[in-house]
């Protein structure tokens, strides 16, 4: 395992040369001088709204040859779900090279507004929509960050010019209201943020495991993101938080039945500092086939009860609502 550097650089000569872990944007991500085919770039930044009753997730990004904008609401214990989203030829957004600096990214037409906003440590979601079939839709979302440390990646491929840099940001309290038509939900206590930040050169042909889960146990934040995706030796994603401080990990081995992902989901890191079962409640399953796209995702909800260990101390958690995906995809 590496860890970065506060202010190094991606790309080298042209090509990414700076692979491992860090936190909260530490590395440059100098795009502009990288020597790639640029209709190979993906950019996304991605929020989704979690508590016990429903989530809502809004993207804006592209896969150079196209761009998706997209907001959507599911509640867990029915068929109520919204989604009013855009898929647009080519590039449409510029978007920002660090997630921890103050930015602002924008799509605007004449029926559609989603902007993502940075300030400080405040970040707000910004919708409104006249959709054909629901009518007015919007949301008005702030999110406050509780932590100060937010894993990064930065993951190679096979191939040289290919890479994944990538920070996901958990913990962050949510308030606001969302509405889609006559349907509109308040964001209680119980509701959190999370943020993945995505930029990369991708194998065409890829698949992803992540899980991330934002709450409160023994009156403490407790949160967590785990995963794998492409070589995880030079750094993982994976880290636990717990009463304001960090808790970096290595390796997680999570084990779960591709065949029926309603089974229960186990996961160990290599330390023995996090261990859990998941015991899932709902799989929001996505599917995209279009042209040579086909891409895939099992995003399962559910209760995780286990321990985290901390020192000498193993911390009991129970009931703890948070999800675990598992993603397929060929783009």
């Known amino acids: 395992m590496k860890l970065i550097e506060k202010g190094t650089k991606l790309f080298v000569n042209g090509l990414p040369q700076t692979f491992g ?11 502009e001088e990288a020597k790639i085919a640029p209709f190979k770039l993906k950019e996304w930044d991605f929020y989704q709204i979690i508590n016990p009753k429903f989530s809502m997730y809004a993207i804006i990004g592209h896969v150079s040859y196209a761009t998706s904008i997209n907001i959507t609401l599911f509640e867990y214990g029915n068929n109520n779900s919204f989604n009013v989203s855009k898929l647009l030829p080519f590039k449409k957004v510029k978007m920002d090279n660090n ?145 304001g401080k960090s808790y970096k990990l290595g390796k997680v081995e999570i084990t779960f039945n591709p065949e029926a992902f309603m089974d229960d989901w186990s996961y160990l890191s290599d330390d023995g500092k996090f261990s859990f079962k998941m015991k899932p409640v709902y799989d929001n399953h996505t599917k995209t086939k279009m042209l040579w796209v086909d891409n895939e995702c099992h995003q399962v909800f559910g209760y995780f009860n286990g321990y985290i260990k901390i020192d000498d101390n193993y911390i009991q958690i129970k009931d703890f609502w948070a999800f675990t995906e598992f993603a397929h995809n060929r783009w």
């Open 21 to 31: 872990y860090g936190f909260s944007g530490v590395v440059d991500y100098n795009i």
């Open 99 to 243: 997630a921890s600096i103050d930015s602002s990214i924008i799509y605007e037409d004449k029926d559609y507004h989603l902007e993502f906003r940075k300030i400080g440590q405040f970040r707000f979601i910004e919708f409104r929509a006249n959709d054909k079939t629901l009518g007015e839709c919007h949301a008005n979302i702030k999110m406050q960050e509780t932590q100060k440390d937010h894993i990064l990646v930065s993951t190679p491929f096979e191939k040289k010019k290919e890479f994944y840099l990538n920070q996901k940001n958990c913990l962050m309290r949510a308030y606001g209201s969302i509405r889609f038509g006559d349907k509109k939900y308040e964001l209680e206590d119980k509701s959190f943020a999370l943020l993945d930040w995505g930029r990369g050169v991708l194998p065409f042909k890829h698949q992803w495991v992540w899980g991330s889960g934002s709450g409160i146990v023994n009156g403490k934040l407790f949160g967590f993101n785990i995963g794998k995706f492409g070589n995880n030796d030079y750094g993982t994603e994976n880290i636990f938080f717990y009463d």
